[in-house]
């Protein structure tokens, strides 16, 4: 993504239809398919981007992020993660068995 985009994208995030109706999607079917979490359980947001999926995610635990842009994380540092990484996908320096629940 452009540098310059992560500001609109990360403004738009609250408030665009396309992302508040992803999240209400996403918050579905994890209520459908999440049935035990607590205050501890661990989820791994996987390209978290500029974090506006933080507030569902939290819903359903401690979340960290990771995401390979700098600017992104730059935006994502202004939610409350546990823990933001920079790091590629493919290539994430944690145990996937550390996590009850994984986003990408």
């Given at each position: 993504?452009?540098?310059?985009e992560?500001?609109?994208?990360?403004?738009?995030e609250?408030?665009?239809f396309?992302h508040?109706?992803?999240?209400?999607?996403l918050r579905?079917?994890?209520?459908r398919?999440?049935?035990?979490?607590?205050?501890?359980?661990?989820?791994?947001?996987?390209?978290?981007?500029t974090?506006?999926?933080?507030e569902?995610?939290?819903?359903?635990?401690?979340?960290?992020?990771?995401?390979?842009?700098?600017?992104?994380?730059?935006?994502?540092?202004?939610h409350?993660?546990?823990?933001l990484?920079k790091?590629?996908?493919?290539?994430?320096?944690l145990p996937?068995?550390?996590?009850?629940?994984i986003?990408?």
């Open positions: 993504m452009e540098i310059a992560y500001a609109n994208h990360a403004h738009s609250g408030s665009s396309w508040v109706g992803r999240r209400e999607i579905a079917a994890m209520r398919h999440v049935t035990k979490t607590s205050a501890t359980t661990r989820v791994l947001d996987i390209g978290c981007g974090g506006g999926n933080i569902l995610l939290r819903e359903f635990g401690q979340v960290t992020g990771v995401d390979g842009s700098d600017e992104a994380l730059k935006f994502s540092r202004q409350p993660f546990a823990e990484i790091a590629d996908a493919a290539q994430i320096p996937a068995s550390s996590f009850a629940i986003s990408a």
